[in-house]
């Protein structure tokens, strides 16, 4: 019998890990040695806080990043034919979305390798959750374009795209880059449409605010260097 890929969710900052995933996060974990992750350190300390007593010698990682290409990872699912099941984690929240994991994710159908995801925190389903948007119909957008012309451009399409599909529209930001793209947003969208910023997700520091436009131009909250996922609709 084949080995599983297991879709392993991470935390979304300091937080312990049993405090927002189920148990059965920390079983999986517990029975897997093999594992393919983001950042090698990273993954130790999270495989270390919710397995301490797992030795981690016996662990084996294989490293999927901007910089891996796929002619080496096409052989990370080659111990699934001897029975070995396999992880795959995010850096934070769960693996494949807005995450390279897809690729293995891909790979593993094609390889016809039984896909089992797990439960845990995910900041863009946590962030349409307690919007108050539309939940019926919403599309996640990634990073939008840094140069500000086009920046300013990709908004105001975001915008036509929600008025005309009644269809909430969720993108992020590089974390350092957060004040300037509320401000374009404050600058860019229309005064009437609303807005959700959702910082630090399950963290002690969480915030979650939806207003309309108009209403955040005396708001300005700190977002610097804090994961935030923006909403508008």
């Known amino acids: 019998m084949k080995g599983k890929l297991y ?3 991470t935390t979304l900052g300091e937080t312990e890990p049993l405090e927002v995933m189920p148990i059965s996060v920390k079983k999986v974990v517990e029975n897997l040695d093999y594992f393919i992750v983001e950042n090698e350190k990273s993954a130790r300390r999270f495989i ?3 397995t301490p007593t797992k030795p981690q010698p016996s ?3 294989f490293v999927l990043d901007k910089r891996s290409n796929d002619l080496e990872t ?3 699912l080659d111990v699934c034919n001897d029975g070995i099941s396999v992880g795959i984690l995010s850096e934070a929240g769960v693996p494949a979305i807005a995450d390279p994991g897809a690729s293995i994710v891909k790979l593993a159908h094609q390889k016809n390798i039984q896909v089992v995801p797990l439960v845990g925190p995910s900041s863009i389903l946590m962030a349409m959750m307690s919007s108050g948007m539309n939940g019926q119909n919403f599309a996640f957008n990634g990073y939008l374009p840094i140069d500000k012309a086009e920046r300013k451009k990709a908004i105001k399409e975001l915008e036509r795209l929600s008025v005309s599909k009644n269809q909430s ?3 992020i930001e590089t974390p350092y880059r ?3 793209m509320l401000d374009d947003l404050k600058n860019v969208l229309n005064p009437n449409t609303r807005l959700c910023v959702a910082c630090d997700i399950t963290l002690p520091s969480e915030y979650i605010k939806t207003l309309k436009v108009k209403d955040w131009k005396n708001q300005n ?3 610097h260097k804090r994961p935030t996922i923006f909403i508008i609709h």
């Open 178 to 180: 957060n004040g300037k």
């Open 7 to 9: 879709l392993i969710p």
């Open 221 to 223: 909250p700190d977002l």
């Open 169 to 171: 529209q969720i993108f």
């Open 74 to 76: 096409q052989n990370y």
């Open 48 to 50: 270390k806080s919710i």
């Open 59 to 61: 662990l084996k990682l």
